[in-house]
């Protein structure tokens, strides 16, 4: 089952979530998802620490807005959220139960770079999902050892995203969240042997939205939009150390979160969208902190050539004569090393 | 339609204000939401001959801290608002609440909506 969260934040901004729970399963069986801005780290061949968060995407039902929407979107079901052209986000995972979560954007595999291969977990140096609890966060597509290529949206239909460049045709667009959680059984083990938890959580400050800019009243005939590669972000995918046969691949939740161009979402929600992004130069100038993740002793997947190869939203913009800005180099002063345990994600993002 | 109940809690919670602020009279209460303290007085007694409007039952339930949904459920009526949205789906709603009504209160609390998946 998959619910779809609403909440305002105290101080302002969203705090919406997507939570998958397997009641059938296990009472526990519970993984929230949550989409993050951010800032869009410079691709200038260096590799950055994770930028921060800086408040929740806001999301909602497809079907709440079915004839505003594109009817492929209402054939998918799923919900929405509006990115600004360019703009990046990160992924949260929050859960205390183990579950393998793939991820694809336009239907391309984040962590493999392969087509959607539904239902299918793949493991060892072809693991093509992620697992939570351990990864608290995905910045991007792993294209790396230890280096993630960070998700930047642009509208379908100029060759921008990665779909595009893989498969030739605009289609889909958006996110794909595939879900299995572990076995009961595997679980009530865990649940009986003793933990010993030693490592203390570093908290971090909040970051929320500290510039806001006026958005351009402009409005896309298709507010479609699919995610490229960015800049690059140290961020290791983590190995998964269960066995496949572990997890209870007959119980899954999918979702397809749609990414709307945030120039339409007063069009189609009849809401103002959230304002554009900080740009990174502002931020860094500032001295709010970025972060880093050191604390995993697990091993990072190895990274897709296959993504590796593909240009940048960057350089798919300079071959167009369209350059992007915001590729400069920045020097983060203040970086936050972030704990292992219980939950980084929280010191690295609001609520 | 009986009003001896919702005269009742109106009164029983405009007394227990009254004990610490005597802004809770029946007068000064009468002239906050534009009525006139003898009105006031046969709503609590009980002995008006209809339920009072949604407006004047709006205001006195929030001029006293209640809730609206309470007071005019108590009065034989349900807010604009919710009758518009059972308005545009009778049969569905008609349906839900006949469901549900025997439920404790923490089952029907928990009534999610599901995200759906279609085709992709």
């Known amino acids: 089952m998959i619910e779809l969260k609403r909440e305002l934040h105290p101080v302002g901004g969203h705090l919406d979530r997507l939570i998958f729970s397997f009641p059938e399963l296990h009472a526990d069986a519970v993984l929230t998802v949550r989409f993050q801005r951010t800032l869009r780290v410079p691709d200038d061949g260096r590799k950055y620490p994770l930028p921060p968060g800086l408040g929740s995407f806001p999301l909602r039902h497809v079907d709440d807005h079915g004839e505003r929407v594109p009817e492929a979107w209402r054939r998918h079901g799923g919900v929405m959220l509006p990115m600004h052209p360019a703009e990046a986000l990160w992924i949260r995972f929050n859960a205390a139960y183990p579950f393998a979560v793939k991820v694809g954007a336009g239907k391309i595999n984040a962590i493999t770079g392969k087509r959607w291969d539904a239902g299918r977990l793949a493991g060892g140096r072809a693991q093509n999902f992620l697992t939570v609890p351990g990864q608290s966060f995905l910045d991007g597509f792993a294209g790396g050892k230890a280096v993630t290529l960070q998700f930047v949206a642009m509208p379908l239909g100029n060759g921008h995203t990665v779909e595009e460049q893989i498969t030739g045709d605009a289609e889909y667009g958006g996110l794909q969240l595939q879900v299995f959680p572990l076995r009961r059984e595997k679980w009530e083990e865990i649940k009986r042997a003793e933990t010993d938890l030693m490592e203390v959580l570093a908290p971090g400050p909040r970051i929320h939205n500290m510039l806001r800019y006026e958005s351009e009243s402009y409005e896309p005939e298709v507010p479609a939009m699919g995610l490229g590669k960015g800049g690059q972000v140290e961020q290791k995918v983590r190995k998964h150390t269960w066995r496949l046969v572990d997890y209870a691949t007959h119980h899954t939740s999918r979702c397809f979160v749609h990414l709307a161009d945030a120039r339409a979402w007063k069009a189609i929600t009849g809401e103002e969208p959230p304002p554009e992004p900080t740009p990174v130069e502002a931020y860094t100038e500032a001295g709010l902190p970025w972060y880093a993740h050191n604390g995993s002793p697990h091993d990072a997947v190895e990274g897709s050539k296959a993504l590796a190869r593909l240009k940048t939203v960057k350089e798919v913009a300079e071959a167009k004569g369209d350059p992007l800005p915001g590729n400069s180099r920045v020097s983060p002063a203040r970086v936050t090393t972030l704990a292992a345990w219980p939950d980084p994600g929280k010191a690295r993002s609001e609520g | ?120």
């Not at chain 2, 339920?51 to 809730?67: F, I, K, N, R, S």
């Not at chain 2, 034989?76 to 006949?98: C, N, V, Y």
Request: proline share 3%.
């Open chain 2, 1 to 120: 339609m009986s009003l001896t109940e919702l005269g009742r809690y109106l009164r029983e919670r405009r007394l227990e204000l009254e004990t610490s602020d005597r802004d809770y009279s029946a007068s000064r209460l009468a002239r906050r939401i534009g009525k006139s303290p003898a009105f006031i007085s046969q709503v609590e007694r009980g002995e008006a001959r209809s339920a009072p409007a949604e407006e004047t039952l709006v205001a006195w339930a929030d001029d006293l801290g209640l809730d609206r949904d309470v007071v005019l459920a108590l009065a034989g009526k349900i807010s604009a608002d919710l009758h518009e949205t059972i308005r545009k789906r009778p049969r569905l709603f008609a349906q839900l609440l006949r469901e549900l009504q025997d439920l404790p209160d923490h089952a029907v609390l928990r009534l999610v909506r599901e995200v759906r998946d279609g085709e992709w």
